[in-house]
């Protein structure tokens, strides 16, 4: 299993990025994926998933409404969406995905699998 994060950059407050995340080794579909992110000197944080019961979304509420996550099952790559972005948001973010999670997981340790990680820096 391999995750592996791109589109992270600079942008300023209240502009917009897309981050992708190409999966291999494993078929998106059925299967619980998501996003961290983690703030120099926080720890990790949930931000949002697709859940492997239905395919619903989860998100965390600092980026309810300004967040999407979306999965792109022929690509086998997993998107967030993030429009509105205010300093807050800055940090490196990381795809996740777990093949025996029922559903989807705020908590770090119930994830298998991460990628390296993509900084978003968000000027202000």
């Known amino acids: 299993v391999q995750l592996v994060e791109s589109g992270g950059g600079l942008v300023q407050a209240g502009g917009s990025l897309k981050l992708s995340c190409a999966a291999s080794?494993?078929?998106?579909?059925?299967?619980?994926i998501g996003w961290f992110r983690q703030v120099a000197g926080w720890t990790r944080e949930g931000v949002a998933f697709i859940s492997s019961d239905d395919g619903s979304a989860v998100y965390a509420t600092a980026v309810k409404g300004r967040f999407t996550i979306s999965s792109d099952v022929a690509k086998n790559t997993v998107y967030l969406d993030m429009n509105n972005l205010g300093p807050e948001d800055t940090g490196v973010y990381y795809c996740v995905a777990d093949l025996q999670m029922r559903g989807w997981s705020f908590y770090v340790g119930a994830w298998t699998h991460w990628g390296q990680g993509v900084q978003v820096t968000v000027s202000s």
């Open positions: 080794g494993f078929n998106l579909d059925g299967n619980a």
